[in-house]
């Protein structure tokens, strides 16, 4: 159980364009879930935080004009990429929360994205 | 904008050894913990986790201790196997709503045959 696909795995593009990208929660209905990015032999950052149905909470730093978040549905979050810029290649990576009595805030996690902007 | 690069700590164990993976933590009022595993090119894994209220829990393979008087979390992993190399991370909850997690550096843990 608490399966999280993410897709595309690898997408490569072209500056200027925008990418998309689609997180979802396979057999469990996520009320939250998050978006972080990843440098090479680095730690997560947290971009922002998903609500179902509300504007996403970005973290400090984060342009919401640039990485712009929507979470329609209780399984889908996605990521949009706008006019992206080789400064924007790097390895996205989603997660879907599980709230229960005893486990509060765990976070099941998607293969991630590896963008490349060419 | 420039990202600093930061080198992973490593920890080199030979197969079948018992490993012992380190993580301080910052915020006293973390109430909640989580050791992810990733592997090269793919998204954390969950492991194992353990509620401030507790100072071990044991899973298959994995035992997890808390220690809150000086922050630290730690990761044993008996008799370690080649798939076990990868990347580990700590996770705490910051004492913040939300469910926001908040991850340390990270860990590389390589296995030698």
């Known amino acids: 159980g608490a399966v999280v696909s993410q897709h595309p795995s690898w997408v490569i593009c072209k500056s200027g364009t925008s990418v998309k990208i689609e997180c979802r929660s396979l057999d469990f209905q996520a009320t939250t879930m998050f978006w972080y990015r990843q440098f090479p032999k680095q730690s997560l950052m947290l971009m922002a935080t998903?609500?179902?149905?509300?504007?996403?909470?970005?973290e400090q730093g984060v342009e919401k004009d640039k990485f712009l978040i929507n979470h329609a549905s209780l399984t889908l979050s996605t990521l949009t990429v706008t006019s992206a810029h080789p400064e924007d290649s790097s390895f996205y990576i989603c997660s879907a929360s599980v709230s229960s009595n005893r486990a509060k805030n765990i976070q099941y996690f998607g293969a991630g994205t590896r963008l490349s902007v060419l | 904008g420039e990202s600093v690069g930061l080198h992973l700590p490593t920890l080199s164990v030979q197969e079948g050894d018992n490993s012992i993976i380190n993580c301080a933590y910052s915020n006293s009022a973390s109430d909640y913990f989580i050791w992810y595993k990733q592997e090269s090119g793919k998204g954390p894994q969950f492991i194992i986790d353990?509620?401030?209220?507790?100072d071990k829990r044991q899973g298959q393979r994995v035992t997890v201790l808390l220690n809150k008087t000086v922050k630290h979390l730690s990761l044993q992993i008996a008799a370690t196997q080649p798939g076990d190399s990868a990347v580990y991370f700590c996770a705490e909850t910051g004492g913040g709503q939300g469910g926001k997690l908040i991850f340390g550096q990270g860990t590389e843990l390589s296995v030698k045959p």
């Open positions: 998903s609500n179902e149905g509300s504007k996403a909470t970005y």
């Open positions: 353990i509620r401030s209220n507790m």
